[in-house]
């Protein structure tokens, strides 16, 4: 019943005394109340005084366990004592009674706790003050007649000093020494134990409380094991067989569960160092030696404060280029709407025929740097959950054929067939039209770009269940799987022998990932060098959920899969088919 915080062994063995003294004192005080107080007050006063002893004597127990303070509890113990003496004194016919002797239990009481006789000072006090009080307590209990039972209290009090005897006679030896450095437990800033063969804690060393934030007695038997961490279970058990086996020694890393600190739902693993060694006396007994694994400690730390710099560099990068982006816009769209006049001639002919081409050529830088401005401007609004979506039901074969009108000019231009397989139940999605023309000119786009000249171009869709399969697929040069983990990376483009040579900025089908993701979508690549690409999404048919949170009109992204990051696979899966 020691308070865990209570560390030293002294201060723990005058805790356990003083509780033990609490919790017994009260029935002496019930044996008292029935041969006092019956007599002279009736059965009434004499179960309160009964009530009154247990109930304020175990209160100080308690507060004693749950505090692990003992000074105020102490006092009020003496103050009780001195008052409950002096009544039954009085009620015992007085000085002259047997019951007077009693006086000797609260110095002896005092010095049994503290261990030093100059701290049992208070207790004679007490008792002095007790037989000064008794001469006064006749104003309020009727003074009883001297029997020669009233001997029984006094002689049950001094049967209990039997058990104690060894310990008064040498009070040096009757508290702990303070630890010399001898023992392996006081040299080593470690949590020491001593396990069976099975793994049962049979002893536990004081630093539990300090290290662990246990009491010893909580590892005992299956303690320890409970704590360990499912996933460690597995090593430890190992270990343990390899000792049973004769293995001289076997370290290993594991997490163990400490008590909560604070309201905190989520349970408090910490990272230790495990050791185990073999007994030189009994080969079935093992040592185990719990260390704090500081070095992972300060790498969970500094993890934790590398994410939390990732995650601010990446929401700076994301505003940054969003408004950068913005303000671009601005400026490309004068250039362009400029350039388209002095195209038209709108304010005379040219002078020179190159002056004309040289306006032709301003006009394509424009428009090809406000599309790039464009893509980061919805990637970054992607990322940061903001994109607008109106969703709509349509029938996808509109947007394919507004695709292949705006490819068919690029296609020709290089002679690939551009075709498309549509299936008749394709039939309508409830998706936004903009994003989806948006996935299918992006994916257009690629595989034109990357197709060499007079191969196909294949735009297809057809219904699987509830959900819309649609896939464009290419004769084009393919990608080397070694390339797959950077595809749908923002900036990042292909780099090979066959790729030097187009140009792009590498966010197409990062965009294409972002949306396909707003839409609750899964998208593939299955590609080979020199055997062509085929980019195939999957959507919903009858649109994404709106998720928790978001406003209206717009499409939070979905949480990142840790796996699919790993792989290389976030919002979406990409997969490598020879």
């Known amino acids: 019943m020691v308070h865990p915080t209570v560390t030293g062994e002294a201060a723990r063995l005058r805790q356990r005394r ?28 004499t179960v309160a005084a009964i009530f009154a002893a247990f109930g304020l004597c175990w209160f100080a127990a308690l507060l004693v366990a749950a505090t692990g303070h003992m000074a105020l509890a102490g006092r009020m113990a003496l103050v009780l004592g001195g008052l409950a003496l002096a009544g039954a004194i009085a009620a015992a016919g007085g000085l002259a009674s047997p019951v007077a002797l009693l006086a000797v239990a609260l110095p002896v009481e005092t010095w049994w706790v503290s261990g030093s006789r100059r701290a049992s000072l208070p207790g004679a006090l007490a008792a002095l003050a007790a037989i000064v009080l008794q001469a006064f307590a006749g104003y309020v209990l009727p003074l009883g007649e001297i029997a020669a039972w009233h001997w029984l209290l006094p002689l049950a009090w001094t049967l209990t000093l039997l058990p104690r005897a060894a310990a008064f006679a040498n009070p040096a030896n009757s508290l702990p020494a303070e630890p010399t450095g001898d023992r392996l437990e006081d040299v080593i800033d470690a949590v020491v134990l001593r396990i069976g063969r099975q793994g049962e804690v049979l002893d536990a060393s004081a630093k539990a409380r300090s290290i662990l934030k246990l009491a010893p007695e909580l590892l005992l038997g299956t303690g320890l094991f409970d704590r360990v961490h499912l996933s460690d279970r597995v090593a430890y058990l190992t270990a343990l067989a390899d000792m049973r086996e004769d293995a001289p ?69 994301g505003r940054f280029l969003a408004v950068v982006s913005h303000e671009l816009r601005t400026p490309l769209n004068a250039i362009i709407g400029f350039s388209d006049m002095l195209l038209h001639e709108m304010f005379g002919a040219f002078k020179d025929p190159r002056q004309k081409e040289y306006v032709g050529l301003v006009r394509e830088s424009g428009q090809h740097l406000l599309s790039v401005v464009t893509s980061i401007l919805d990637v970054s609004r992607i990322e940061a959950g903001a994109y607008a979506t109106e969703l709509e039901p349509f029938r996808f074969v509109e947007a394919v054929d507004m695709c292949r009108s705006m490819m068919r000019p690029l296609a020709d231009a290089k002679s690939i067939v551009l075709a498309t397989q549509i299936a008749p139940d394709a039939g309508e999605i409830n998706a936004d039209r903009r994003a989806i023309q948006q996935i299918l000119i992006n ?22 269940g509830s959900r819309l399969h649609f896939w464009v697929s290419d004769t084009g040069i393919g990608i080397a799987e070694e390339d797959m983990a950077n595809l749908g990376k923002p900036f990042m483009q292909i780099q090979n022998d066959y790729t030097r040579r187009f140009e792009g900025t590498g966010l197409g089908l990062s965009l294409v990932k972002g949306l396909v993701a707003l839409h609750d979508g899964t998208m593939s690549i299955e590609s080979a060098p020199g055997e062509g690409t085929t980019v195939t999404i999957s959507l919903p048919v009858n649109g994404p959920k709106r998720r928790s949170g978001a406003p209206s009109g717009v499409l939070a992204m979905p949480a990142a899969n840790p796996k699919g990051d790993r792989d290389g696979e976030r919002n979406g899966s990409l997969r490598k088919t020879a």
């Open 18 to 45: 003083f509780i033990g003294v609490m919790l017994a004192a009260p029935f002496l005080a019930a044996g008292a109340a029935v041969t006092l107080v019956t007599s002279s007050l009736g059965a009434a006063l």
């Open 443 to 464: 994916l257009a786009s690629n595989a034109v770009k990357f197709t060499p000249d007079g191969g196909s171009v294949v735009i297809g869709a057809k219904r699987v």
């Open 249 to 317: 020694k076997r370290r290993l890393e594991l997490r163990i569960r400490l008590p909560r600190e604070g309201s905190g739902a989520a349970d408090n693993f910490r990272p230790f160092s495990l050791e185990l060694m073999r007994g030189e006396a009994d080969r079935d007994l093992f040592t185990l030696v719990l260390r704090e694994n500081d070095a992972v400690s300060a790498l969970r730390e500094e993890l934790a404060e590398a994410k939390e710099t990732a995650a601010a560099a990446e929401v700076a990068k």
